[in-house]
């Protein structure tokens, strides 16, 4: 048994690292499974090269800004990790983690737009060099070159999953647009946000590899239960950085979502066990978007006292028990170690 | 035989309305489809409702103004039509004009961000209502719902088509907006951005209903090639309208074209045509955005002094020709006799 005896223990022990070593951590876990799928992921690269060719000069110009440009290839890894979990040993998998790519790209293009970011993966995002236009139409570009290729797998429960999910991401995407600046947002209704946005592809990407192993219902479930709950757990840390991480290492300005009054869960939190005397700032702040200079390290104070940081962590924490129960469904060998790594130690990257 | 006994002939009787007629005759085309498929459009206007649900209430708010209200449903009768013209017997028919039509809803939506466009079929935009990010967003799950109910009707054939299609429209914009405001952009660049923009849906449109009904490969290649010119002459004749329409018929602003710079073929032979001591006027409006008062008549003028507005629809009539000539390689029905005329009012519009 090469996994921890117990998710919780193996959580546990990923969270013992100090701050240096924990982002260090999960960037080796990363890099592990990039090794582990080395030649599928340069042709993954390969493939969503080709497919932003265009006589058209602007769009393999700003799709290859976002796309062929870094980023940590999580979720076409998810697609060609699983697959290799399962033994799959025909040549899909390359196509349909290309196709999971692009359809993250494209959401990241919109993203931007949308969030009017500057900033993404420590460069200028496309919307501020090219411009909204532009990103916009070259986002439906690259969503529609996705259902390309994924169309060439030929699977028609693979087509079902991603054309789904890609519905769901954008449902997500409404969804957290209503409950901007809306200070009575419920936790529940960010959950929602979060397996919409994040997690629905990273439970397509991962079911994906199982669909194509053709293994038994029980697996496939397992391995998409995992994605999924990954999912979660991972946007949960990515929300905690974004009031606790580092700047150099996240490639984005902190504080962007409390800027742009984004209702995720450490502002619930904060919001829910404010002083009286506290609740003037909230609304101040995050539903009048009138921030002035220390708010927002006010913001972080306050969600520090009242445990709103512990507690985003902790149902985090959760998630990840439960993505790794779900791998445990799932043979055992070193893809589903390197996965449970990954999970462990992005989880470890807020504590 | 039901068509005239030339294609040239045909176009010519449709020219030789008045001014009321032409307008009158095109939607009385329209109504004529919408008669002959009228149950089978009845069940794609059912099915583009039920895709729209979602417990995000902001998606069937904003998309039901889009979709639901209004708009000929030019594209889905064309899927329709032509899968009845083959005398196509199954039921996928329905769920593809669907998808269709929600594709095209989609790119409305986010054409009318970049655009900036206020007014659609005589009402305020989804832009102006709810907002652009909204609309980005909105425009995404169209698209996914849309490539989800064409993965039900489980061809492959039909898939790519449409998924090329999708890609192909995108890239069709993102040309449009590099020859914005650019008085350089040629003639042949228009016709490439026009093919793609608009006569690829249509011409994915017409194919899918020859794909699903398993006729033999000139068939398919007549229909998709119907589609295609039919789509290039259409568009040509709504750039004229854009100058020399009328409002109150368009349901939109007049001149839009012109304020936004877009080199459309009216402007295209009008700048090349255009006296050294004019070309500062083209300069200034189109270039440089720069609009006064009696500048549009002005352009107006131009364009019919110098034969721009006759030789664009001079270009849409060779076209259309190829859209009939093509029509007369499927068999001779009464849906072929009733496309046959949309294709020949529709060109009666302007001239």
Redesign the interface.
């Known amino acids: 048994m090469s996994l921890a005896a117990t998710a919780s223990e193996a959580l546990a022990k990923g969270r013992a690292r100090d701050d240096v070593e924990r982002d260090a951590a999960f960037l080796a876990a990363v890099t592990e499974l990039q090794a582990l799928t080395k030649s599928d992921l340069a042709a993954v690269n390969d493939e969503i090269l080709a497919r932003m060719h265009?006589p058209?000069?602007?769009?393999p110009e700003l799709a290859g800004h976002l796309i062929s440009a870094g980023g940590k290839r999580l979720r076409p890894i998810l697609t060609l990790a699983s697959a290799k979990l399962f033994d799959y040993a025909g040549q899909d998998h390359v196509k349909l983690a290309a196709a999971v790519e692009l359809i993250h790209g494209?959401?990241l293009l919109?993203d931007d737009?949308?969030d009017g970011s500057a900033l993404r993966r420590g460069a200028s995002t496309a919307n501020i060099i090219w411009g909204?236009?532009?990103s916009?139409?070259?986002?439906?570009?690259i969503?529609?070159?996705a259902?390309?290729l994924m169309?060439?797998a030929?699977d028609?429960r693979v087509?079902?999953a991603l054309?789904?999910a890609?519905?769901v991401?954008?449902?997500g995407?409404?969804?957290q647009?209503?409950t901007q600046k809306n200070l009575a947002a419920k936790f529940e209704t960010y959950i929602e946000v979060v397996k919409a946005k994040t997690a629905a592809l990273f439970a397509a990407a991962t079911e994906v590899g199982g669909l194509i192993s053709e293994r038994s219902p029980e697996e496939e479930k397992a391995i998409r239960a995992f994605g999924l709950n990954f999912g979660i757990a991972y946007q949960l840390i990515d929300d905690v950085l974004d009031y606790d991480g580092f700047e150099a290492s996240l490639g984005k300005t902190l504080g962007d979502d409390f800027r742009e009054g984004k209702m995720t869960a450490p502002v619930v939190f904060a919001v829910a066990r404010a002083r009286e005397d506290e609740k003037s700032f909230w609304r101040r702040t995050i539903a009048d978007g009138d921030i002035n200079d220390g708010d927002f390290e006010n913001a972080c104070m306050l969600m520090q006292r009242d445990g709103a940081i512990d507690d985003t962590i902790a149902c985090a924490r959760d998630y990840a028990e439960r993505a790794l129960d779900a791998l445990r469904r799932a043979p055992d060998n070193k893809y589903a170690e390197a996965l449970s790594n990954l999970v462990i130690t992005s989880i470890a990257r807020a504590s």
Do not use: Q, Y
């Not at 058209?56 to 769009?59: D, L, N, Q, R, T």
């Not at 916009?136 to 570009?141: A, E, P």
């Open positions: 265009s058209v000069a602007m769009i494209a959401t919109h737009v949308v909204n236009k532009e916009v139409l070259v986002g439906d570009f969503f529609a070159r259902f390309e169309v060439e030929r028609l087509l079902k054309s789904h890609s519905g991401i954008a449902e995407e409404v969804l647009l209503t």
